[in-house]
């Protein structure tokens, strides 16, 4: 799975929360583009389901993303500053020898 895709429905949100990769970027009329954790706790299911469910996606999305750098390449998305996303996964066998 690459690049990204809408999350069209709760079912979508909660599939990219359990696989718990990649991230989610928020999507706003009249605000640039969040981009935040796949599991960040300022992700609500009581937002998404105002935003996408209620309003029918009228005044924001959201969108699973591979990595933060295709969040601000497609979405000119800024890091949240609650949830801080890294803008690269280091993995731990990196420091390895
Ligand atoms: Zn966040």
């Known amino acids: 799975m690459g690049g990204s895709k809408e999350l069209e429905s709760f079912d ?8 718990d990769e990649g991230f989610i970027v ?3 009329t009249n605000k640039s583009a969040i981009i935040h954790k796949v599991n960040a706790k300022c992700i609500t299911t009581d937002r ?7 309003d029918n996606r009228k005044r924001g999305s959201y969108f699973w993303v591979d990595s933060v750098a ?5 979405f ?5 500053k609650v949830c801080k996303p890294e803008l690269r996964l280091v ?3 990196t420091f390895d020898g």
């Open 26 to 28: 928020i999507t706003g």
């Open 76 to 80: 000119g998305g800024k890091r949240c």
């Open 12 to 19: 979508d949100l909660r599939k990219v929360r359990l696989a």
């Open 70 to 74: 295709t969040g601000a390449r497609e």
């Open 91 to 93: 993995l731990p066998s």
């Open 48 to 54: 998404f389901n105002s935003k996408v469910s209620i």
